[in-house]
């Protein structure tokens, strides 16, 4: 279990310090980057169904059966992200007319998204903890996986802070911050998993409905978008690579 943990942790350190990305924006040349996130989204994307459908569902099947339990499991990550993207937008919308006004101030919608970026980040540490308790190649499909989908949303958030009134310095550091939350989340799952039998498969199912809401609601969205053939052709081959890396992380089980 020790092992474990520490597996858990440096993995959910790593997908925190990927909210440095942020701050690597500010040397690139903005084109070059808006070329480079469409198919960095799409393998995004392929990734968290894969881990989804290829590792995470699998594995509490293997153990717990495909009951209803487990769907109704499934269902409810689904309907949890639903709820904290519901809710984030609302607020978003509520003070919408606060991000055109005058920009010396830190405006309320930089909080909100601090907010839901800190509960958006313990989840994934909590879906990365209860991955490691299955098994280290599930830990690992599920890090890369929250890493690549981590990426553009970072960009993505870095760029509301600094809209909202934060200094660079101020946005990096904040950002970075709430990625903290993650290792909150990932400590919880050994510290309930200990006490609670099969507390961490329960998970597994429940982390591949979050998932499947993030791919199919917010990422494959992104990418009808582009309407160019070779850009859509390029999208599709990144998409097929994402499901093709967790296929091959089936080879270290």
């Known amino acids: 279990m020790d ?12 997908v ?5 990305i942020g701050v690597l924006t500010l040397s690139l040349n903005r084109s070059f980057l808006n070329k480079s996130l469409v198919y960095i989204v799409a393998f995004a994307a392929g990734a968290l169904l894969g881990d ?3 590792h ?13 339990e487990v769907s109704l499991a499934l269902i409810g990550g689904f309907v949890l992200m639903f709820i904290v993207e519901k809710v984030i937008h609302w607020r978003h919308c509520h003070h919408s007319e606060e991000e055109h006004k005058d920009h010396a101030h830190v405006q309320p919608f930089v909080w909100v998204n601090l907010l839901g970026d800190a509960v958006h980040n313990f989840i994934d540490g909590i879906i990365i903890g209860a991955a490691y308790v299955v098994s280290i190649p599930a830990g ?3 890090t890369l996986a929250v890493i690549f989908h981590e990426i553009p949303q970072e960009i993505g958030d ?14 990096l550091a904040m950002n970075l911050l709430t990625a903290t939350t993650a290792i909150a989340g990932a400590l919880l799952v050994f510290v309930i998993g200990s006490h609670v039998e099969s507390f961490s498969l329960w998970l597994l199912p429940f982390a591949a409905g979050s998932f499947l809401y993030i791919a199919g609601s917010d990422l494959i969205p992104e ?11 390029g999208q599709l081959v ?3 690579l994402g499901i093709y890396a967790m296929i091959l992380l089936l080879g270290l089980e």
């Not at 092992?3 to 790593?14: D, M």
């Not at 870095?158 to 934060?166: A, P, S």
């Open 3 to 14: 092992e474990l943990l520490f597996y858990a942790l440096g993995s959910v350190v790593l």
């Open 16 to 20: 925190s310090v990927v909210s440095l």
């Open 52 to 54: 989804a459908l290829i």
């Open 56 to 68: 995470l569902l699998p594995e509490a099947v293997e153990e717990l059966g495909f009951s209803l």
């Open 140 to 142: 690992i499909a599920t």
């Open 158 to 171: 870095f760029g509301v802070l600094i809209h909202g009134g934060f200094s660079v310095r101020h946005a």
């Open 223 to 233: 990418l009808h978008r582009e309407v160019d053939w070779r850009k859509s052709v």
């Open 238 to 240: 990144f998409f097929l």
